[in-house]
């Protein structure tokens, strides 16, 4: 039987997220779709079919190499892997496509491709763009910061080159949360610092022993060195320091009853304004609150947060009209401290059987005449 339709690895964009790269295989037999789709429905893992790993030097490719993890979606023609991180540029890949678990044994040899992306030179040095929380007020109990640089970066830096100095000058010691894996966002241009969870929480070992990290009345000083390299390679133009002092600790759930509701005009594009209390989560609030019609229809728009994350502005794609509307917040929406709407961070522990999950968005109805 002659073969004209042979499986092809390509490396293609990421549609849900532009810019990204991701795997495809593409050229299959129906029958081979068909397949792949009853393994993914059966919950079968895939990647015994499409395997992506990184070439290590001096390393031959076997089944001792660790899989890259991502998700992957069944296609008309074939299928495709996304990774949970994005590829980095200059690291070489290798992708393995496996047909014959799918019934094809004219296809039994494993199609491979080896793959690298290319180290993207930005005309302008990377910098530190802004760091969040971004009040020089900051409780005592704070949870973590964002670090938001302008260019994408290379994982690794972190631990040698972001540090918290302490009143004295010197650097705060078992403060920062090292984890296994750094925290970065997909674009790689939002790095989440952890402060120590174990001494923010009270009545738990650490916290016991140590105290908490921060200790209210006490200046300190987020340093992020210059020793920090983007994706092309070249360290930042220039270290950044955020200066902080430590007030009281804050620790009560967000009311979202003590929010107050700036509603625009009819007819005009004007912001809905919300005002928060206290600063809420810079990166929680892109995404956990959301505007709908009376019917629940989502409306479409654009946010903006500013005032030391205590104002949130959503401006629509369409004029206002007349009509009820409602604000819906998540109830993981959290402030710089990790407390929510469902209660503090450091709640004293229930016993399980008093446990009840609330996973309902709280809403908040308002007008237009």
Not at 11 to 20: K, L, T, V
Not at 46 to 63: D, N
Not at 306 to 321: A, N
Not at 340 to 354: I, T, Y
Request: aromatic fraction near 10%; charge should be neutral; proline fraction near 10%.
């Amino acid at each position: 039987m002659q073969v004209t339709n042979e499986p092809k690895l390509v490396i293609d964009s990421d549609p849900r997220q532009p810019g990204s790269r991701c795997v495809s295989v593409k050229n299959l037999y129906p029958d081979m779709i068909d397949a792949l789709g009853r393994c993914a429905q059966a919950g079968h893992p895939l990647q015994s079919i499409l395997r992506v790993t990184v070439i290590e030097a001096g390393v031959p490719g076997g089944e001792d190499i660790p899989n890259i993890f991502g998700r992957y979606d069944v296609l008309q023609d074939g299928i495709r892997f996304i990774p949970h991180f994005p590829f980095e540029s200059g690291v070489c890949y290798r992708a393995s496509f496996d047909s014959r678990p799918l019934g094809r044994p004219e296809f039994s040899e494993v199609v491979t491709h080896e793959f690298s992306l290319p180290r993207e030179m930005s005309a302008v040095r990377t910098q530190v763009k802004q760091v969040f929380p971004s009040s020089d007020l900051l409780p005592e109990n704070l949870l973590r910061f964002y670090v938001c640089f302008s260019n994408s970066m290379q994982r690794g830096c972190a631990e040698e080159h972001i540090r918290l100095f302490g009143p004295d000058g010197q650097p705060a010691h078992e403060v920062l949360y090292r984890p296994p894996v750094e925290l970065w966002d997909r674009s790689m241009r939002h790095l989440t610092i952890l402060l120590d969870p174990g001494r923010l929480k009270r009545w738990v070992g650490p916290n016991r022993e140590l105290g908490p990290p921060l200790k209210a009345g006490h200046e300190y000083t987020l340093a992020i060195g210059p020793g920090m390299v983007d994706l092309s390679g070249r360290p930042l133009c220039e270290g950044f320091y955020k200066p902080f002092r430590v007030t009281a600790a804050v620790r009560e759930r967000i009311m979202v009853k003590q929010w107050r509701i700036l509603p625009p005009t009819t007819k005009s594009y004007q912001p809905l304004a919300l005002i928060f209390p206290r600063p809420v989560d810079w990166a929680m609030l892109w995404h956990t609150i959301t505007i709908a019609s009376e019917d629940g229809q989502p409306i479409d728009g654009r946010v903006v947060i500013d005032k030391g994350e205590k104002r949130w502005r959503f401006t629509p794609t369409s004029p206002w009209i007349a009509g009820s509307y409602y604000i819906h917040a998540a109830p993981n929406l959290e402030d710089v401290c990790g407390n929510s709407l469902l209660g503090a961070f450091d709640r004293p522990l229930q016993s399980s059987g008093n446990l009840v999950h609330d996973v309902t968005n709280r809403s908040i109805p308002f007008h237009l005449a």
